[in-house]
């Protein structure tokens, strides 16, 4: 089992930047990816960001330039930065972790962009 547990979210005005954090814990060995996803209120979850256990990163068109995955492996945790913010980037951010063929979530973490 891993559990996930975000942090970071809060409302910004549209430019500004926010970071959100993903505390990682429980079997963590050998995960295969960490993932950040959104969902904004009547719309599906969708993916923002990748990052592999080969450091490889990908990123939604609509985020690109803009925010960026990293992590801190001491302290197992993985990040989002998130700048240039704009109300469309209005959502619940879901941190995720591949593990072999299981597949955790957190609990989420509400972003709210004014403009």
């Known amino acids: 089992q891993v559990q996930l547990v975000e942090s970071g979210g809060g409302l910004v005005q549209a430019g500004g930047s926010l970071r959100l954090s993903c505390a990682a814990s429980?079997?963590?060995?050998?995960?295969?990816?960490m993932c950040w996803y959104r969902q904004a209120p009547g719309k599906r979850r969708e993916l923002v960001a990748i990052?592999?256990?080969?450091?490889?990163?990908y990123y939604a068109d609509s985020v690109k330039g803009r925010f960026t995955i990293s992590r801190d492996n001491a302290k197992n945790a993985v990040y989002l930065q998130m700048n240039s913010l704009k109300p469309e980037d209005t959502a619940v951010y879901y941190c995720?972790?591949?593990?072999?063929?299981?597949?955790?979530w957190g609990q989420g973490t509400q972003v709210t962009v004014s403009s």
């Open positions: 995720n972790a591949v593990k072999d063929v299981s597949v955790y």
């Open positions: 429980g079997n963590i060995f050998s995960i295969n990816s």
């Open positions: 990052l592999t256990s080969g450091a490889s990163t």
